[in-house]
């Protein structure tokens, strides 16, 4: 199973200008969570008894490692659409990836708990999974999208540099089928 590839972003924007918009945009989002999540560290999480709460300092803390490490690889991405390195793509793809993955889960499991306990405050619960869900999705896409660019890089010339596929059939031309000793 492999990443569908497109050829344009919402059928109309090229993949070179469409990368570099994800790169800029995810750049803003993972600034803004990480300037969230540094608040919430930094008010000190308070239990229901008045004193700190060491698992939520540990949760929002983890959030800002995270929404650290999303930045800088958000900020590569940028640089490796501005500077047509495709390689630089990558990492971007493999951290949007895990962390859309787990994202998802979270709205799952979020579905299943505001389902279990309807009340009054659920509504906000409900909201707050609804946009998680979204969130996913359009990660999704966007990893499809920088994906494609990654390939679309990958096959087209570059100052000059070609790149190519390795060939990995033993039976291609040129090459031997002698064992290594």
């Not at 650290?68 to 990492?91: Q, R, Y």
């Not at 405050?121 to 660019?149: E, G, K």
Request: with cysteine; glycine share 4%; aromatic share 6%.
């Amino acid at each position: 199973m492999s990443v569908p590839i497109v050829k344009k972003c919402c059928f109309c924007v090229n993949l070179h200008t469409a990368a570099l918009l994800i790169g800029i945009l995810y750049s803003i989002w993972t600034l803004a969570e990480l300037i969230g999540s540094c608040v919430l560290v930094t008010m000190l999480p308070l239990g229901t008894d008045g004193k700190v709460s060491t698992h939520k300092r540990v949760l929002y803390i983890t959030a800002v490692v995270v929404c650290c490490v999303h930045l800088l690889f958000s900020v590569l991405l940028v640089v490796a659409v501005l500077k047509k390195l495709p390689v630089l793509t990558l990492p971007w793809t493999i951290v949007t990836g895990i962390i859309s993955a787990l994202v998802f889960v979270m709205a799952l499991m979020g579905i299943s708990l505001v389902l279990q306990d309807w009340n009054d405050m659920s509504v906000v619960s409900a909201t707050f999974v609804v946009i998680h869900l979204i969130r996913a999705c359009i990660s999704a896409y966007c990893i499809v999208v920088v994906h494609s660019y990654h390939k679309d890089m990958m096959n087209k010339e570059i100052e000059g540099k070609i790149y190519n596929k390795v060939n990995t059939d033993e039976n291609a031309q040129g090459t031997t089928n002698t064992p290594n000793v």
